[in-house]
């Protein structure tokens, strides 16, 4: 099926999920994940209307960056390690896996201009997934307030994959509860806005909880052809 049929249906799915908790659907942002698709299915996505394109890996970006440049806003939702910061720091537009000071000291050494992050939680508690325990997010944003080149725009969790609707559901507030904090303290470099959560399993139920963005790759750009 063409990216063009999936958009189709999943910005239909997204218009039903805000209109579940009256919500405007233009508050939800669409992250296409391209990271198992060829190049040419990223640009087919690109042609489809989608503006904005995610990977995990820094090889994958590079390759896509290529031929794309700047055409899509590049986000990167994997796990960053440092010295690969100076590959992908002038090509994204965000950062999804902020955790862990070492890394905020090399994006803001490396940046020439402010850098947009969301801090990456471990909300479900799994030692299979990267990021802050809820306990120690706040205290670790607080911490970033020296690094001028970067802005804390939210908060990113992984959900367990899972039919569970309500281990989903549980997991998404919890997020959104503590960004709640977090822009409650209303720190200058911190607006804490965007809420990353919710994939192709469980995006509507990540929008019904508060999600700003969704990543979506299988279920909107799936198999290349």
């Known amino acids: 099926m063409r990216v063009e049929e999936k958009l189709k249906q999943i910005s239909q799915q997204i218009n039903e999920a805000c209109i579940n908790v009256h919500r405007n659907a233009d508050e ?3 992250i296409a ?14 042609e489809a209307g989608i503006e904005n394109l995610g990977e995990n890996r820094d090889e994958g970006l590079l390759e896509k960056w290529e031929v794309l440049k700047d055409k899509p806003h590049w986000h990167y939702i994997g796990t960053l390690q440092t010295r690969k910061v100076k590959n ?32 990456q939680v471990n909300v479900s508690g799994e030692d299979s997934k990267h990021g802050l325990s809820p306990e120690d997010t706040i205290s670790f944003i607080e911490s970033l307030r020296p690094f001028e080149n970067i ?16 281990l ?27 809420l990353s959560m919710g994939m192709s399993n469980d995006f509507t139920i990540a929008i019904e909880e508060g999600a700003t963005m969704v ?3 299988t279920a909107l750009v799936g198999e290349d052809g």
């Open 28 to 30: 939800v942002k669409l």
């Open 33 to 46: 994940v391209t990271k198992y698709v060829s190049t040419e299915r990223a640009m087919e996505a690109l």
């Open 88 to 119: 992908i720091i002038d090509k994204v537009e965000y950062i999804h896996s902020l955790d862990r000071l070492s890394l905020a000291e090399e994006i803001n050494k490396r940046a020439n201009h402010k850098v947009k992050c969301l801090v």
């Open 151 to 166: 802005s804390v725009e939210g908060l990113m969790t992984m959900a367990p994959f899972t039919n569970d609707e309500q």
């Open 168 to 194: 989903l559901r549980d997991c998404f507030r919890k997020l959104r509860e503590l960004r709640d904090q977090v822009q409650a303290s209303h720190l200058d470099f911190a607006p804490c806005t965007e």
């Open 215 to 217: 990543r979506i790759g």
